[in-house]
Structures are given as C-alpha cells and as structure tokens.
C-alpha cells in the first residue's frame, strides 16, 4: 500500500488542503481539498485513475477540489465510473457539483453514498468507515484502509476520541491530525494524536492538517512525549508505503 499526501494543510498556509492519495490494487483519495488536484499533476498520478473517493466531513478545506476534479473529469474524456463516499449530511452538496455548467454532461457513470459506521468493498480493498467526533453541526468520518494484512488510519478532523480509537487500535500507520498547538474543540493538538495513537497501539503516526501555528512548532517532539512508536511531520507530495 502506498500513500502520497497530495494535501497536509488547510486554505491558510502553503500547504495544500487535506488529500492523500492511496494505492492498492485499486487508485483512491481521502478527501480532495483545495489544490490537492494541482498536486496530482505534480505527484503524476493520474486523475483518470481514481476510482473511489472518500470525504472525511463536509467542510470545503476537505472537498473543494471535488468541483474541479469532476469537471477536468467531463472536459478530458473519462469514460469509467467513479465512486464517492461521504458522511452523512454531505452526498446533496457533492452532487450539486456534478450538476454545474459541463460538468452536467458527464458520461461516465458515478455514484454518491453517505456512509457511517460500515465497511466498503473497493477491489480487494476493504474500508472501514467509523463516525468520529469535530464539530457538532456535521457528521465526520474516520477511515481504516486494509489491504494485503495492512492497515492505515486516516483521522481525517477529528478530536481525541474513543471512536477514532477504537478504529485505529493495533494499525500499522495512522494519519492523525494535529491542526493547533493548544487545545481546541474541534482539533487534536499533537500531543492528544500521539496519545490516541499510543492507545490505540499504532505502528507508526504520520501528523497532517496542520495550520500556521501547528506548522510552525514541533510538533513531532510534542508527539513523541506521548507516543512512543516513529512521529513523521506529513509534507505535500510526500510519499509512504506500509
């Protein structure tokens, strides 16, 4: 399984809103944020590829780009079907996008499903969808990916809780975020990622969706202090294989 982190930031920095791409027998994306299709062309991973993707919450920073990813979609061509999944709440916003200007004359097929809680067959891949807890106004998901006797977790916003847990117990990589330096209602700091990921009993913890201020520090010492497996500090285009 391979991952390249196409997006590790938010809409306020040099980083790239929130997408990572992941390989198995099957070409997929956990969330497509601002500037994450721009950092495809840049990973030369091709678009036309993606068969699955999957939204974490219905927050832009999140899935903005799924309205350009669609429309370069119609404008060059594709011809297979394309699955998105998304937490409850989310699925009428997706589809409007696939109903603007051109993008309203696809020809491929697709397919928009709210999950929560379930697993999901892509290929031989299996993903495993669990609510977690954000902001109280939405839904979000955290998403297990199993493949080949491996397992990543992808937190995506999430604060530090028994579901996020309970998803990530004993995988070999969890992609945790740790957007502030100080606690925050809806955000894990780094030294609360490294606590779920200490018990959850991860191999490995890679931290992404940082903002300015989570940018800025060290966040992997402050990670580490609660963890005691290897902290990475997520790049744009970095790439990882489990």
Not at 93 to 100: C, I, P, W
Not at 154 to 172: F, M, N, P, Q
Not at 182 to 200: D, L
């Amino acid at each position: 399984m391979n991952l390249t982190f196409l997006g590790t930031g938010t809409t306020v920095n040099k980083r790239a809103g929130a997408s990572i791409h992941v390989q198995t027998d099957k070409s997929m994306l956990f969330d497509i944020g601002p500037r994450s299709v721009w950092n495809m062309e840049r990973a030369r991973i091709t678009r036309k590829s993606i068969e699955a993707i999957f939204v974490s919450h219905g927050h832009a920073d999140h899935y903005s780009d799924f309205l350009i990813f669609y429309f370069d979609a119609v404008t060059s061509d594709r011809e297979t079907h394309i699955g998105v999944f998304c937490p409850r709440g989310l699925a009428k916003s997706l589809k409007a996008m696939t109903e603007f200007p051109i993008n309203d004359k696809a020809k491929f097929g697709k397919t928009i499903k709210e999950v929560g809680n379930e697993k999901i067959l892509v290929g031989r891949t299996t993903i495993i969808a669990k609510e977690v807890i954000h902001d109280p106004e939405i839904h979000a998901n955290a998403y297990r990916i199993e493949y080949h006797g491996k397992s990543v977790v992808y937190s995506g916003d999430s604060v530090k809780c028994k579901e996020l847990i309970e998803i990530s117990k004993g995988a070999d990589l969890a992609v945790f975020e740790a957007a502030h330096v100080r606690s925050h209602p809806k955000h894990m700091t780094p030294y609360e990622a490294g606590e779920a990921a200490q018990e959850a009993g991860v191999k490995k913890l890679v931290l992404t969706h940082l903002y300015p201020d989570s940018d800025e520090a060290d966040i992997v010492s402050m990670a580490k202090k609660k963890f005691s497996g290897e902290v990475i500090k997520a790049e744009d285009l970095m790439g990882i294989e489990v």
